[in-house]
């Protein structure tokens, strides 16, 4: 059985996607099968997977099924006889939808940007996992080179209990770069720091889940 994540955050923005597909493409790399579940309404994990489609020399190893509703639970579970890992890109608000993905998910990595609005929607988001007794944790993401607001934001969430993962993701081009053309920033910028930040959240991830 594969390890199937859920990446959540009811407040947009976030990057939850981003990472999705990043993390995607590194584990790929490495030989793994990975397979996306779409649950989000904007279905922005579908449209980057369809631009990956399109590129001359992607890497393979990923698949895509666009769930909802009923399905949702089922998808996961099949998704995850199948796959080394299974990410799922959550809808973002905490319907019945979101729920069930919870139940069915082995782990919820909740991505937050480090400013306060940011740091109190993943509360209620930290409270929705907890409810449904799912491991999970938080990874600060578009985090800034420098900052006395990010920093502030940072403290006020570790204080709450919450698991935090030490890496941290920078606001960095090379991410929407990547996203855009389908790609992971460990295929387009390999030597970069994103890539850097990218391979230390997976080992991370890989050890948290």
Do not use: Y
């Not at 489609?53 to 890497?59: C, D, N, S």
């Not at 460990?186 to 991830?205: H, N, Q, V, W, Y």
């Amino acid at each position: 059985m594969g390890k199937s994540i859920l990446f959540v955050q009811q407040k947009g923005g976030a990057g939850k996607t981003m990472l999705l597909t990043q993390l995607a493409v590194e584990r790929a790399q490495k030989g793994a099968a990975v397979t996306l579940i779409d649950l989000d309404a904007q279905r922005s994990t579908t449209a980057w997977f369809g631009e990956r489609g399109q590129r001359a020399g992607a890497v393979s190893g990923i698949e895509l099924i666009e769930s909802a509703d009923w399905r949702a639970s089922s998808d996961i579970r099949e998704a995850a006889r199948k796959s080394d890992w299974v990410f799922i890109d959550a809808p973002g608000s905490a319907d019945d939808l979101g729920k069930g993905a919870m139940r069915a998910a082995d782990f919820a990595l909740i991505p937050c940007q480090p400013a306060m609005a940011d740091v109190w929607a993943s509360k209620a988001t930290l409270e929705m996992a907890a409810g449904q007794k799912l491991p999970h944790a938080v990874v600060f993401n578009r985090v800034p080179p420098r900052g006395r607001a990010a920093e502030a934001a940072m403290q006020s969430l570790s204080e709450t209990g919450a698991k935090m993962l030490k890496p941290r993701i920078g606001q960095r081009a090379a991410f929407a770069d990547a996203f855009m053309m389908g790609a992971g920033v460990t295929e387009t910028a390999r030597a970069s720091k994103a890539a850097d930040e990218i391979r230390a959240l997976a080992k991370a991830l890989t050890r948290a889940a």
